[in-house]
């Protein structure tokens, strides 16, 4: 008896081979597809960038003091301030929300410190007697009217600006605060400490001095 011949086999097997492998081709095709559209959102034209992390939001300037009045905080140039600070006050490099500039100052003996913030808007920030009011408010005093303003407050001038120190003794803080308006650039300077009342009253003669500096030396 005489063996069967194997090529009739091998030739039905290589086509069903053939076929298989451009079967899978269209596969292969799809599963790259499917993965370029997960790494890419759709419209998205680059690859969205990680978020920021906690230290890089540390370390990034706060911009809330530009929001104030639109204008950055002051650099390191003395020249462009139009106060004199005393030699023992130290400035605070960090920028502060809604303040142009921070300075430190020791009260009492134990070292205790205290901070004197500057900030400035456009305008009279809505005038006197709102803003009077709204610092009544945050140490806990009621509203007065237009009339009692002139009695809570010391007036001085230099040239181009005018100026009003007053301190303001509430049942939840103790403040210092001036307000002194710039006419040529038509704004207006706050100069304020909120602390206690024996801070208040260690600190209140130099800080109202302080005030009275803004355009003295113009």
């Keep these: 008896m005489k063996p069967s011949n194997p090529c009739p086999r091998a030739l ?7 076929l298989l492998a451009l079967l899978a081709l269209p596969l292969a095709a799809c599963e790259e597809a499917a993965i370029e559209e997960q790494s890419v ?18 370390t990034e300037p706060d911009a809330a ?24 006050w130290r400035r605070v490099d960090q920028e502060r929300p809604m303040r142009l ?14 901070e004197v913030a500057i900030s400035r808007f456009p305008g009279d920030v809505g005038g006197m007697l709102a803003n009077v009011n709204r610092w009544r408010g945050q ?5 007065v009217g237009q009339g009692e303003l002139d009695g809570m407050m010391e007036r001085f001038e230099n040239p181009g600006f ?23 650039e038509d704004r207006t300077w706050f100069v304020r400490v909120t ?13 109202f001095a302080f005030a009275r500096t803004f355009g003295a030396g113009g």
């Design 41 to 58: 959102p759709e419209g998205a034209e680059t690859i969205a960038e990680p978020p920021h992390t906690q230290s890089q939001i540390q």
């Design 101 to 114: 500039a921070t300075y430190v100052i020791e009260s009492g003996d134990a070292g205790d410190t205290v």
């Design 195 to 207: 602390t206690d009342a024996q801070t208040a009253d260690a600190v209140q003669d130099e800080v």
């Design 162 to 184: 005018v100026g009003h120190t007053m301190r303001l003794d509430g049942p939840q803080g103790h403040m210092l605060v001036a307000s002194i308006h710039e006419s040529g």
């Design 139 to 143: 140490v806990g005093l009621a509203p």
């Design 12 to 18: 039905l097997v290589l086509p069903l081979l053939a």
């Design 65 to 88: 003091a530009e929001a104030a009045d639109g204008e950055p905080a002051f650099a390191d140039d003395a020249e462009a301030w139009p106060w004199a600070a005393p030699a023992g």
